[in-house]
């Protein structure tokens, strides 16, 4: 399993309960990663392996960086927030993640980004592509917040906005404003749905983009499904993976042979009820590539070559994806033997 070596070259505070981190590799190169991406971290603490996953701020062609909002309890957050100091090395995964952007510089588009919290960090980075590479396109910006304060790179988006103009239009809510006479907005299916209407004219293409919290993410999935959009209009990236559902019941609990390709290796094991792939390999150990362990970030798919597997869930593979055989080994369960290739 390929990992990168990073040390933190400087570390930026960004409000009370962030800080962007610079990393560099030993020889000073960059792995290639694209715009709304994140990196994973591995981090060792009381002899546990924890695996953590950040979006990357940067935009492609300039230094890494990831930005961490601490988490209450956060055993891994909180240390990067608060204690980690440059010149400290972090262990990581190679950038992965499909919460990205392909642009077509001759489309006239439309593309919502609708986020919560540091939903926005992955954002940043996709908003500049956009209006730099689709000079006939424009953002919407939909950004719930706490408080003046939680603004996340508020400086970076009034700059953008300067820059393209009408091109972008920031929405910014604030749940709890500070200051006298501030009137406190939180998104609901009812004000999503107007804010959209009075941006979308019916004109053209149309995709949104959604980060942040399960209950926002929801709560967004259901009202653009209410309003007609279709699911391949919606791209989703989640602040952590739910728990991941058990085994299905009526699942095939027959042990099966698994023959993966990996790093120019071939390795055998067998998975057997109520194991999913990565966790067989894992007692196995086979070390094999993976993060959220919920089916929602796709850092562990990989190509079935032969055979079949059934997902208890899927939040990140599309339709043709699937048709072309990749499945995701944290949720994947075989039902016959299996050859599956990285």
């Known amino acids: 399993m390929e990992t990168l070596a990073f040390q933190v070259k400087s570390k930026i505070r960004e409000g009370p309960e962030a800080a962007t981190l610079l990393l560099e590799t030993a020889d000073g190169s960059i792995p290639a990663y694209k715009a709304g991406q994140f990196l994973t971290l591995i981090i060792s603490k ?7 996953s950040y979006s ?25 927030v608060d204690e980690i100091l440059p010149g400290q090395w972090l262990n990581s995964l190679p950038p992965a993640g499909k919460f990205i952007l392909e642009t077509r510089p001759k489309d006239s588009r439309l593309i919502f980004f ?22 006939r396109s424009r953002a919407v910006l939909i950004y719930q917040n706490r408080d003046q304060d939680h603004i996340l790179f508020n400086e970076s988006l009034l700059d953008m906005e300067a820059r393209w103009g009408s091109r972008l239009q920031r929405i910014i809510l604030l749940s709890r404003p500070m200051g006298k006479g501030n009137i406190p907005h939180r998104l609901t299916n009812l004000l999503l749905e107007q804010l959209i209407r009075s941006q979308d ?47 299905p019941s009526d699942i095939d609990r027959t042990p099966r042979n698994i023959t993966l390709f990996l790093q120019g290796q071939t ?39 032969e055979g079949r597997v059934r997902m208890s869930i899927n939040e990140v593979l599309g339709p043709a994806e699937i048709r072309e055989g990749w499945v995701l080994t944290c949720v994947g369960y075989p039902q016959t033997d299996l050859v599956l290739r990285y």
């Not at 990357?56 to 988490?71: D, F, M």
């Not at 086979?286 to 190509?303: A, D, T």
């Open 267 to 305: 390795r055998q094991l067998v998975c057997s009820y109520p194991d999913t792939i990565l966790q067989a390999a894992r007692r196995q150990h086979i070390l094999l590539p993976y993060s959220c362990g919920g089916g929602v970030c796709s850092s562990c798919m990989v190509k079935c070559l």
């Open 114 to 135: 609708i986020v919560a919290g540091s939903g926005i960090v992955p954002v940043v980075p996709l908003l500049r592509q956009l209006l730099a590479e689709e000079p």
């Open 46 to 52: 009381g002899g546990r392996e924890l695996r953590r």
């Open 201 to 247: 004219n019916g004109m053209g293409e149309t995709l949104f983009y959604l980060c942040g919290p399960a209950g926002f993410m929801r709560m967004c999935q259901f009202t653009l499904s209410m309003m007609g959009y279709a699911p391949t209009q919606i791209r989703k990236e989640f602040f952590s993976a739910p728990l991941a559902p058990g085994a």
């Open 56 to 80: 990357i701020c940067s935009s492609p062609g300039q230094p890494l960086a990831i930005t961490v909002r601490r988490v209450v309890n956060g055993e891994v957050s909180r240390w990067l």
